[in-house]
């Protein structure tokens, strides 16, 4: 197909704005133009500061989703200054590892829900463990360097009325519970540990001697259980070794 250019050398030399004698080059070479032009226009306005008010771009970049599960700005959940902190070993708890701590934290849960809320701090240190009970308002926040440790003392466990597996049935608590609760938070940079190796080898001890469908049967607490609870967070931590 001939286009006006005899030789390669000539193909070669065409430039945008340089003479051509075919009108085909020619047409192109304004497309071309007009594109670039485009382009730089496009750039130039993606870079100019938008005039949408900040409180509107925020809501237009917002998802569904975000909007659904973050707590307001006073929910102690997102533990701001201004909440107040009730450190578990004010109230007494050890936190040697080897004394049972839940009545302290038992009693920093509670003394937090009768201030209307706020945070009760788990400090670095090993605090052994029966059943908490968390209350609306309140954020456990367990600290870097804390780990709580689930009892092995079955008794420290209450038999409560719960759901597992969807069947409703009298089981042991767990070791962190909130109950018909709104507004909760399980936070920190710390651990849950269940102490599980001592659970599970009862209940393989058990399943052997008994076979199959032992589950429910053997009693084990479950590590962290919230029922019927709204507005809930837990982020940061270390769960682990669950009885159940």
Same mark, same amino acid.
């Given at each position: 197909?001939?286009?006006?250019?005899?030789?390669?050398?000539?193909?070669?030399?065409?430039?945008?704005?340089?003479?051509?004698?075919?009108?085909?080059?020619?047409?192109?070479?304004?497309?071309?133009?007009?594109?670039?032009?485009?382009?730089?226009?496009?750039?130039?306005?993606?870079?100019?500061?938008?005039?949408?008010?900040?409180?509107?771009?925020?809501?237009?970049?917002?998802?569904?989703?975000?909007?659904?599960?973050?707590?307001?700005?006073?929910?102690?959940?997102?533990?701001?200054?201004?909440?107040?902190?009730?450190?578990?070993?004010?109230?007494?708890?050890?936190?040697?590892?080897?004394? !049972?701590?839940?009545? &302290?934290?038992?009693? #920093?849960? *509670?003394?937090?829900? %009768? /201030?209307?809320? =706020?945070?009760?701090? $788990?400090?670095?240190?090993?605090?052994?463990?029966?059943?908490?009970?968390?209350?609306?308002?309140?954020?456990?926040?367990?600290?870097?360097?804390?780990?709580?440790?689930?009892?092995?003392?079955?008794?420290?466990?209450?038999?409560?009325?719960?759901?597992?597996?969807?069947?409703?049935? !009298?089981?042991?608590? &767990?070791?962190?519970? #909130?109950? *018909?609760?709104?507004? %909760? /938070?399980?936070? =920190?940079?710390?651990? $849950?540990?269940?102490?599980?190796?001592?659970?599970?080898?009862?209940?393989?001890?058990?399943?052997?001697?008994?076979?199959?469908?032992?589950?429910?049967?053997?009693?084990?607490?479950?590590?962290?259980?919230?029922?019927?609870?709204?507005?809930?967070?837990?982020?940061?931590?270390?769960?682990?070794?669950?009885?159940?």
């Amino acid at each position: 197909m001939q286009h006006g250019f005899s030789t390669r050398a000539e193909r070669r030399t065409l430039r945008i704005g340089a003479p051509v004698k075919d009108p085909c080059y020619k047409r192109v070479a304004i497309r071309t133009l007009i594109f670039v032009c485009v382009c730089i226009s496009s750039i130039v306005a993606r870079a100019q500061p938008s005039t949408m008010p900040a409180t509107t771009r925020a809501t237009s970049t917002t998802s569904p989703t975000t909007l659904a599960t973050t707590s307001p700005t006073t929910s102690p959940a997102s533990a701001p200054s201004s909440q107040p902190v009730f450190d578990v070993k004010s109230f007494g708890a050890a936190g040697d590892g080897q004394s !049972l701590d839940t009545g &302290a934290i038992q009693k #920093a849960l *509670d003394a937090c829900a %009768v /201030a209307g809320g =706020g945070v009760v701090s $788990i400090p670095a240190g090993k605090f052994r463990s029966g059943s908490v009970f968390l209350h609306s308002h309140i954020a456990l926040r367990i600290e870097e360097g804390a780990t709580l440790v689930g009892s092995i003392d079955e008794t420290d466990y209450p038999i409560i009325n719960t759901r597992i597996a969807g069947i409703e049935m !009298l089981h042991p608590a &767990a070791l962190v519970n #909130a109950i *018909d609760c709104e507004d %909760v /938070a399980v936070v =920190g940079a710390g651990t $849950i540990d269940g102490s599980g190796q001592h659970w599970w080898e009862i209940f393989w001890q058990t399943r052997q001697k008994r076979g199959r469908g032992v589950d429910f049967q053997v009693l084990r607490p479950r590590l962290v259980c919230f029922t019927n609870c709204t507005t809930v967070r837990v982020t940061g931590l270390s769960l682990q070794n669950p009885p159940f």
